[in-house]
Structures are given as C-alpha cells and as structure tokens.
C-alpha cells in the first residue's frame, strides 16, 4: 500500500521561505513520479511540481519557475520542496501525490496516490 504524508506548512511572510517535506512508504518508487499539487477551497487542484524517482528529474509549473526546487532523499524516501520569495497566491494546501508511471504529469487527474495535505499560509 503506498502512503504519502506532507509535513512543513505553516504561515510565512510575503518574500519569505518554506521547506515542505512528503515521506513516502510502502514500496520502492523506482518507476514513479512523485509531484506537488495546491488547492485552494473552491479551486481545482493544480500542479506546482514534480520529479521522477529514479532519475531525479524534475519540472515545474511556470507560476513556480525559478522560485520553488524539489529534491530527493532516497534513503528516506522523502521528498522536499524548497519554497522560496513566497507570494500571496502561493497560499494553498499542498499535496503530495505519486503515479506508477517515470513519465511526466501534470494533471491531479494523472496521479493515483495523495497525501492529506499540508496548509501554507501567506500572509503580511
């Protein structure tokens, strides 16, 4: 049984910085792609970013580019994102989810395994 849990979110200032954290168990994720999704209440779930397992390649939504960075830690099978130069539309819930497939994904609807989530709140 795959298991995804988020950990990290808590409020921040506009312009500062975050570190979110999905530990992933139950198998090996080999030939997955393990990504970060946020929702907003009554907005769909959108893609922030993500990152094929195995090769520890990694894209990213445009909104994102050159402000978050997602890396690996294969030992602990945990994957981290690094949010920087936080902006108020970054306030979301933001899940970890995974596919059994190295390719990538975009779409919530792409993905098979979630997290509960973790709150991120920007704020002034």
């Known amino acids: 049984q795959v298991q995804l849990e988020e950990s990290g979110g808590r409020l921040v200032q506009p312009g500062g910085s975050l570190i979110l954290s999905c530990t992933a168990s139950?198998?090996?994720?080999?030939?997955?792609?393990l990504a970060w999704f946020r929702q907003v209440p009554g907005k769909e779930r959108d893609f922030v970013g993500g990152m094929s397992w195995s090769s520890k390649s990694t894209f990213y939504a445009d909104s994102v580019k050159g402000r978050f960075s997602i890396s690996r830690d294969n030992a602990k099978n945990t994957m981290s994102l690094q949010m920087n130069s936080l902006k108020f539309e970054d306030a979301a819930i933001y899940y970890c989810?995974?596919?059994?497939?190295?390719?990538?994904?975009?779409?919530?609807?792409?993905?098979?395994?979630w997290g509960q989530g973790t709150q991120v709140t920007v704020s002034s």
């Open positions: 989810a995974a596919r059994p497939r190295p390719t990538r994904a975009w779409h919530a609807s792409d993905y098979d395994y």
């Open positions: 139950g198998r090996t994720f080999d030939d997955y792609t």
